[in-house]
C-alpha cells in the first residue's frame, strides 16, 4: 500500500504482526471503557471540592440592572454568589476569544445571547448550588434582539456590541478571495451559468460527555491545576495563563478522558474561568458541570451560513469559474475556533476537486443575539461549508444541463498526474486521485442499475422514487504549517516524545489529545512499525501540560498530519541512535549497520544472523553505552508539517423518497475515501461510520433554531434530534491509498471526511428524486415536511 516514490515514504510494510502500520490492532483504551475505568472530568472528586452553577439569563438581549444575590447566600451549604463585580477585582470579568474578540465571562452589563453567564453560585454540593442558582435574583431591562444575520445587518437594527468604541452596527468583517475580475471576466463569457442559495444550518457538535472542569488551586505550591474537557490542553494552558496572570509554569491542565469533542471543546468557556476563579478566591477545589442544554444552547455551535453558488460553464458542463456569496451568522462575539489568520477559516478551498480557470468568494460576518460559535462539527474550518456548495453547485449544473452528475464531475476533475496542484483561490493540494476513487463507488453502489430503477419509477409513476446522490470531495486537513496557521499567535506545529525503557518498552508522550479517535492504539502503531517494537510495549500518554510536549491540540484532523509526523520522526530519531549502540553491541562498523522493517531488527549488512532487536539495543543504551553517545534512548520532535493534506473521497447515496409522506429511506450508502498511507483500517472505518452518521443527522435532522424573541427553539435533546441507530442505514465502505508526498508516513487525516463529504451526496440523492419534476435544490434538514413541501411544489405528492 506505500507508495515506492516521493518523499521520505515508509519502507513497505508487511504486516509483520507486531501491530505497525496498517494492522487492524483493537483499541488499547476500550478496556478501560469497555469495563468502566474511564476517567472522565465529572469521575474527578478531591477533598473539599465545591460545586459551581452558573445563572444564565433567559432573555437574549437585555440590560442587567440589578443582581440580588442575598436569597441564594441563605441557603445552607451556600459559600458564595458570584457576579462580574467580583470577577473584576481579580480582572476576570471578560477573556478573550480565539479570534481576538472579548467574551464577558460573566455579563457585566449587557446580555447579548439567551443563556449567557450572568452569575455563579457556590455550594458544597450540586443540588445546592443548582436550588442556589434559582434564587438569584436578577433585574433586566429586555431589549429588542436580532437573531438572523440578515436583518442583523439592516440599518434600524438593535445594536448588539455597543460596548466596543468603533462598532456603529452588528458587521464583523468583509473578507474575499480569488480574483475578482478574472471570474467575472469567465462569467461574462460563459455558454452556460448557475445560480443557487442554499444555506448551511446552524448545528451543534453535541458531544455525549458536555463541558466542564474541576479547578484546583494550591496555595501551598502557587500553583492552578485544572482537569477539564480540552481538545487543546496546551493552548489552553497558555491562555489561562495570559488571562489569569499565574505563571505559565504555576499552570497544569489535565484532559482526561474525554466523552467526544467534536470541535465542541476547542474554544475557552466561561464557566472553566469560573471555576478557576472561584477556586482561587475560596482555596477550594471547584467543579463545574454543565448539563446538555447549556452545552447546546451557549458553547460553540457550527455553521450557520447563508450562501449563495454560482458556476460558469462551457456547454458540454466544462467549468470555468466557481463564484461564492455568505453572510456568516457569528452570534454575539466573534469566537470561532480557527487559525486567526483565517476569518473565514478555510472556506477558501470551494473549487472542491475540479480544476477550474478562475473562482472568487466572497464573505460578511455579523453578530446576532446567539450564541457564538461557527467552526466546530467535525469539519476542518468552514471547509464543510464549501464542500457541501460546491458538491451541491455541481449537481445543479448537471441538471441544467441534463449530463449524468458522475459523467460531469469525471469531465472536471483535477487530473491524477496534476498534483502537487495549486488552485484557483491559491491552495497546494498535495496528492489525489479523484476519478479512481469515484469510479470505485460507482461499481460499489451499482450506479447503472438504480439510474435504471429510477427511470423506471418515473415511468410507472410509482408512489416512491429513487434518487442517487454523489460528493466527490477534497478536504484539507492538518494545519500547519506554522507559518500560515496559528492559534492566538501560536504556530500550528505538533509533537512527539519517545523515551525507551532499559527493558525495552517505551512511553511515547503526544501533543495532541485523543476524544475517542483512538490515539493510544494508533500512535503506538506508528512507533511499532518505525522501531520494529511490539504495539503493547509502546504506552501512549496525552492530555497532561505537566508531562506532555507542546502541542496544539486536536482538531480540523491534524492529529495523524502533525503529531503522527512527529512520533514518526522521533521514532526514526531513536533508530538513529539505536544503530550506532547496534554497531557496538555487534562489535561493526555504524555504516555497516542496517536495519530491517520485516523483522524489525538491526543487522551487520551481508551478515542477517548476526542482528540485535530493539530491546537488546534498548539495554544497551542504558548498560553498554559506547564512548560516542550519551547513555539513554529517548527523542522529542517538534513537527511544523510543509503543507496540509489533502483526504479526499467518492460517496454514493440512493435514496427511496416517498410521494405520500415525504419520507426519505436510505436504499444504499457507499463511501470510498482516501487518506493516504492508512494506520489502522478498523479504527479508520469507525471514524467513517460515526462520522456518516453525523452527516446524516445534518442533512437529516440537526438544526439550533431561535425564535424571533432570541428564544433558542432547538437547544435540547427534544428539539435538537441527533441520529440514532434508527435513522442510520447499513454503510459500505470502502478506499484507494494515494499516500501524502510529504508526510513521513505518507498519511493523510481521515477523522472530518465523512461528515464533511456526505451531506453534499444525502442532499444531491434526494433532489436527484425530484429533479425530473424541477428540483434543483431542498434545503436541510431535509424533514418529511421539508420534502413533502417540495413534492408538492413540483407536482410530484400524492
Ligand atoms: N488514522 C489512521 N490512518 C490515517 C489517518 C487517521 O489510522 N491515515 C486514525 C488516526 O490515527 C486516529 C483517527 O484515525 O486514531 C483519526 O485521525 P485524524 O484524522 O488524524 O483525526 P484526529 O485524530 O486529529 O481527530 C480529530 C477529528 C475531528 S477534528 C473531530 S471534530 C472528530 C473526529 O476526529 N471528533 C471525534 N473523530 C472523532 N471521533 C470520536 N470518537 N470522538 C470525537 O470527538
Ligand atoms: Cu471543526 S470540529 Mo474538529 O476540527 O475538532
Same mark, same amino acid.
Given at each position: ?22 494492522? %487492524?490492532?483493537?483499541?488499547?483504551? !476500550? ?69 481576538? &474578540? ?60 455597543? +460596548? ?11 473578507? +474575499? ?8 471576466? =469567465? /462569467?461574462?463569457? #460563459? ?18 460527555? *458536555? ?54 471543546? =476547542? ?33 460553540? /455551535? #457550527? ?21 461564492? !456569496? ?32 478562475? #473562482? ?38 448537471? !441538471? ?61 409513476? #410509482? ?15 492538518? $494545519? ?19 523515551? =525507551? ?35 503493547? @510495549? ?24 502533525? $503529531? ?50 530493539? *530491546? %537488546? ?55 470510498? @475515501? @482516501? ?23 445534518? $442533512? ?7 425564535? &424571533? ?90
Amino acid at each position: 500500500q506505500h507508495a515506492d516514490d516521493g518523499g521520505p515514504q515508509p519502507e513497505k510494510h508487511c504486516g509483520h504482526g507486531r501491530g505497525g502500520m496498517g494492522e %487492524e490492532v483493537t483499541r488499547k483504551e !476500550d478496556k478501560r471503557f469497555i469495563t468502566g475505568r474511564g476517567n472522565y472530568v465529572d469521575d474527578i472528586k478531591k477533598p473539599g471540592m465545591l460545586h459551581c452553577e452558573i445563572v444564565r439569563s433567559p432573555h437574549a438581549h437585555a440590560r442587567i440592572e440589578d443582581i440580588d444575590g442575598s436569597r441564594a447566600m441563605a441557603l445552607d451549604g451556600v459559600v458564595a454568589v458570584l457576579t462580574a463585580d467580583d470577577l473584576l477585582e481579580h480582572d476576570l470579568a471578560t477573556m478573550p476569544t480565539l479570534m481576538d &474578540d472579548t467574551q464577558d465571562v460573566l455579563v457585566n452589563d449587557k446580555v447579548k445571547f439567551q443563556s449567557q453567564e450572568v452569575a455563579a453560585v457556590i455550594a458544597e454540593d450540586r443540588y445546592t448550588a443548582k436550588d442556589a442558582a434559582e434564587k438569584v435574583e436578577v433585574e433586566y431591562d429586555v431589549l429588542e434582539p436580532v437573531v438572523d444575520a440578515e436583518e442583523a445587518l439592516e440599518d434600524d437594527a438593535p445594536l448588539i456590541r455597543d +460596548e466596543l468604541d468603533d462598532q456603529e452596527d452588528n458587521h464583523i468583517f468583509d473578507w +474575499e478571495t480569488g480574483d475578482k475580475e478574472a471570474t467575472q471576466e =469567465v /462569467f461574462d463569457e #460563459a455558454a452556460v451559468t448557475v445560480e443557487e442559495q442554499m444555506e448551511y444550518q446552524r448545528l451543534h457538535p453535541a458531544p455525549i460527555e *458536555t463541558c466542564g472542569a474541576v479547578a484546583d488551586w494550591d496555595p501551598g505550591k502557587d500553583k492552578m491545576t485544572v482537569h477539564m474537557t480540552s481538545q487543546a490542553p496546551h493552548a489552553h494552558r497558555t491562555l489561562f495563563s495570559q488571562v489569569s496572570g499565574i505563571p505559565e509554569h504555576k499552570v497544569r491542565i489535565v484532559s482526561p478522558d474525554v466523552g467526544g469533542g467534536f470541535g465542541n471543546k =476547542v474554544p475557552i468557556y466561561p464557566g472553566y474561568v469560573v471555576a478557576a476563579a472561584a477556586s482561587y478566591v475560596l482555596e477550594q477545589p471547584v467543579k463545574w458541570i454543565e448539563e446538555r442544554s447549556e452545552n447546546i444552547q451557549t458553547t460553540g /455551535f #457550527a455553521r450557520d451560513y447563508d450562501m449563495t453558488g454560482e458556476i460558469a460553464a462551457t456547454e458540454d458542463g466544462v467549468i470555468q469559474g466557481v463564484k461564492v !456569496d455568505v453572510l456568516a451568522n457569528h452570534g454575539a462575539y466573534n469566537a470561532a475556533a480557527q487559525p486567526s489568520k483565517f476569518p473565514a477559516g478555510f472556506f477558501n478551498i470551494f473549487t472542491g476537486s475540479y480544476d477550474v480557470d478562475a #473562482a472568487y468568494g466572497s464573505l460578511t460576518g455579523a453578530f446576532t443575539n446567539t450564541a457564538p460559535g461557527g467552526v466546530a462539527y467535525r469539519c476542518s474550518f468552514r471547509v464543510t461549508e464549501a464542500v457541501y456548495l460546491i458538491e451541491r453547485m455541481v449537481k445543479v449544473l448537471a !441538471d441544467e444541463l441534463d449530463v449524468d452528475p458522475a459523467e460531469i464531475r469525471r469531465r472536471n476533475f483535477i487530473p491524477s498526474d496534476a498534483f502537487p496542484y495549486e488552485s484557483a483561490t491559491g491552495w497546494n493540494y498535495d496528492s489525489g486521485d479523484y476519478e479512481k476513487a469515484l469510479d470505485k463507488a460507482l461499481e460499489m453502489a451499482d450506479y447503472e442499475h438504480y439510474r435504471e430503477e429510477q427511470q423506471r419509477r418515473i415511468a410507472e409513476d #410509482a408512489d416512491k422514487l429513487i434518487g442517487i446522490g454523489i460528493s466527490s470531495f477534497t478536504e484539507v486537513v492538518g $494545519a500547519g504549517p506554522g507559518k500560515q496557521c496559528d492559534i492566538a499567535g501560536i504556530e500550528m506545529f505538533d509533537s512527539a516524545d519517545l523515551r =525507551v525503557n532499559p527493558t525495552g518498552n517505551a512511553v511515547l508522550r503526544i501533543g495532541v489529545q485523543t476524544q475517542g479517535q483512538g490515539h493510544e492504539t494508533t500512535f503506538a502503531q506508528i512507533v511499532a512499525e518505525e522501531l520494529g517494537m511490539d504495539v503493547d @510495549d509502546i504506552t501512549v500518554e496525552h492530555g497532561d501540560t505537566d508531562t506532555e510536549p507542546y502541542g496544539l491540540g486536536t482538531y480540523g484532523s491534524r492529529s495523524t498530519p502533525v $503529531a503522527g509526523a512527529a512520533a514518526a520522526v522521533a521514532a526514526r530519531k531513536v533508530r538513529d541512535k539505536a544503530k550506532s549502540i547496534a554497531a557496538n553491541e555487534l562489535e561493526a562498523a555504524e555504516e555497516d549497520i542496517e536495519w530491517d522493517r520485516e523483522s524489525g531488527e538491526f543487522h551487520v549488512a551481508g551478515a542477517p544472523d548476526r542482528s540485535i532487536t530493539i *530491546t %537488546e539495543i534498548a539495554a544497551g543504551a542504558y548498560m553498554n553505552s559506547p564512548g560516542n553517545e550519551e547513555p539513554g534512548l529517548e527523542a522529542v520532535n517538534y513537527y511544523d508539517p510543509p503543507e496540509m493534506t489533502y483526504p479526499f473521497g467518492s460517496y454514493i447515496v440512493v435514496v427511496e423518497v416517498d410521494r405520500e409522506t415525504g419520507e426519505v429511506d436510505f436504499e444504499k450508502f457507499v463511501a470510498v @475515501d @482516501d487518506c493516504g498511507n492508512r494506520i489502522n483500517p478498523m479504527i479508520i472505518e469507525g471514524q467513517i461510520h460515526g462520522g456518516l452518521a453525523q452527516g446524516i443527522g445534518t $442533512a437529516m435532522l440537526e438544526h439550533v433554531t431561535y425564535d &424571533d424573541n432570541g428564544n433558542v427553539t432547538g437547544g435540547d435533546f427534544m428539539n435538537y434530534l441527533l441520529p440514532t441507530a434508527n435513522e442510520i442505514p447499513n454503510f459500505e465502505t470502502g478506499h484507494t491509498v494515494t499516500p501524502s508526498p510529504h508526510h513521513p508516513i505518507g498519511a493523510k487525516g481521515v477523522g472530518e471526511s465523512p461528515t464533511v463529504g456526505s451531506p453534499p451526496a444525502i442532499v444531491n440523492a434526494v433532489v436527484d428524486a425530484m429533479s425530473h419534476a424541477g428540483t434543483s435544490h431542498v434545503e436541510m434538514p431535509m424533514t418529511p415536511d421539508t420534502v413533502w413541501e417540495e413534492l408538492d411544489e413540483v407536482g410530484l405528492s400524492i
